[in-house]
């Protein structure tokens, strides 16, 4: 049962970090550089 959890936490866990890198890129994508992006 606790493996199951673990399983399915790992899951989840990979899953936001796969969202926040694409959301990185599009972001790092939109903006030239880490300056103008960290004004905003």
């Known amino acids: 049962m606790f493996k199951k959890?673990?399983?399915?936490?790992?899951?989840?866990?990979a899953g936001i970090a796969q969202l926040v890198e694409h959301d990185l890129a599009k972001v790092g994508v939109a903006g030239p550089s880490p300056v103008s992006r960290s004004k905003v």
């Open 5 to 13: 959890i673990c399983t399915f936490a790992l899951v989840i866990i």
